[in-house]
């Protein structure tokens, strides 16, 4: 599975990190945010990431807002904790030769940009972490995932089929008007003959380049004409419309049809997402039976989260 990286990735990954070696002190030590299972979640790692602002809500809806964004931060860091235990206790393991990888694509998507030297330990120690909740997390979901039949078909009946089919077109593009003129028969050879004939009447009109012309971005009435087109006989192919759409009339002329995977392929897809979908349900069961059974401890003064975000930016 290909790793997925944005901007905000190696600031992330540093959570992981301070997670489960930034504090080991006793509760309530001020640097201690919560326990889980008797380990700690490090205040610095509940700050980092408010202050590189990973939330847009803190702040914006008041106290509220940020009592929401702290709540999230700590859920996600019990989360992450509670995998990676599991993972442990699994015997998964992270080779070098895999956090070099990482590293590499890392360096790629930042363009060779690196975070302090005092963070780079952290920093691969995170990425570790961060290879290991992805293994989890895939065992899981292959593990504990059901493939109920009945469900299967009735995923099935509803997967969007030839969603993917598109033609490659033409358009002329008319600004919106209540009433379009009659259009004579021998002024719909092609489309630059039709677009001269609007012309000659005073419209301005726009011919675009080629371009691809999906189901999701077309009404049925204007595919199913494309198509026909696209069956005609004769070496020109006629333009098809004009179609009154939100913001202009346009007229189409068909190039190509592309008719996207064959129902085989179709098929593949659709089966490959309903094992995703199956596995994504397991892996929350599994998730929230292990927070159940979890011991799980927040710090007393972050219990209200009434004032949270002020009192968690008074230790960055």
């Given at each position: 599975?290909?790793?997925?990286l944005s901007?905000h990735?190696w600031?992330?990954?540093?959570?992981?990190?301070l997670t489960?070696?930034?504090?080991r002190?006793?509760?309530?030590n001020?640097?201690?945010?919560?326990?889980?299972n008797?380990r700690?979640i490090a205040?610095?790692?509940?700050?980092?990431?408010?202050?590189?602002?990973?939330?847009?809500q803190?702040g914006q809806?008041?106290?509220r807002?940020?009592?929401?964004?702290?709540?999230q931060?700590?859920?996600k860091?019990?989360?992450?904790?509670l995998?990676l235990?599991?993972?442990?206790?699994?015997?998964?393991t992270v080779?070098e030769?895999?956090?070099?990888q990482?590293e590499?694509?890392l360096?790629?998507?930042w363009f060779?940009?690196?975070?302090?030297?005092?963070?780079?330990?952290?920093?691969?120690?995170?990425?570790?972490?961060?290879?290991?909740l992805?293994?989890?997390?895939e065992?899981?979901m292959?593990?504990?995932?059901?493939?109920a039949?009945?469900?299967?078909?009735?995923?099935?009946?509803?997967?969007?089929?030839n969603?993917h089919r598109?033609f490659?077109?033409?358009?002329?593009?008319?600004p919106p008007?209540?009433?379009?003129?009659?259009?004579?028969?021998?002024?719909r050879?092609?489309l630059?003959?039709?677009?001269?004939?609007?012309?000659?009447?005073?419209f301005?009109v726009?011919?675009s380049e080629?371009?691809?012309?999906?189901e999701?971005?077309a009404?049925p009435e204007i595919?199913?004409?494309l198509?026909?087109?696209?069956?005609?006989a004769l070496?020109e192919?006629?333009?098809?419309?004009?179609f009154?759409?939100?913001?202009?009339?346009?007229?189409?002329e068909a190039?190509?049809f592309?008719p996207g995977?064959?129902?085989?392929?179709?098929l593949?897809?659709?089966?490959?997402?309903?094992?995703?979908?199956?596995?994504?349900?397991?892996?929350q069961?599994w998730?929230?039976?292990?927070?159940?059974?979890a011991?799980?401890r927040?710090?007393?003064?972050?219990?209200g989260?009434?004032?949270?975000e002020?009192?968690?930016e008074?230790d960055?």
């Open positions: 599975m290909p790793y997925r901007r990735i600031p992330m990954l540093l959570l992981a990190a489960l070696a930034g504090c002190e006793e509760p309530w001020p640097e201690v945010a919560g326990l889980v008797g700690p205040r610095a790692a509940v700050n980092r990431v408010l202050e590189w602002g990973f939330y847009p803190l809806d008041g106290e807002g940020g009592a929401v964004a702290v709540s931060v700590l859920d860091l019990i989360d992450e904790q995998i235990a599991e993972a442990g206790k699994a015997g998964l080779s030769a895999e956090v070099q990482l590499k694509a360096d790629t998507a060779g940009v690196k975070p302090p030297p005092a963070e780079r330990d952290e920093l691969r120690q995170a990425l570790r972490n961060q290879i290991l992805r293994k989890m997390t065992k899981v292959v593990d504990n995932r059901v493939l039949a009945n469900e299967w078909a009735a995923f099935w009946e509803g997967w969007p089929k969603a598109r490659l077109v033409r358009a002329l593009m008319i008007l209540v009433e379009l003129p009659e259009i004579p028969e021998r002024q050879a092609s630059d003959q039709l677009g001269e004939y609007f012309e000659a009447e005073g301005s726009i011919i080629p371009f691809w012309l999906s999701s971005r009404e595919l199913a004409a198509e026909a087109a696209l069956e005609s070496e192919r006629r333009p098809v419309g004009p009154r759409l939100e913001a202009s009339w346009a007229a189409y190039l190509e592309d995977p064959s129902l085989e392929e179709e593949r897809t659709a089966a490959q997402a309903f094992e995703e979908l199956a596995g994504e349900r397991a892996f069961a998730l929230k039976d292990l927070k159940a059974a011991d799980i927040i710090n007393p003064s972050l219990a989260l009434a004032s949270t002020e009192k968690l008074e960055i």
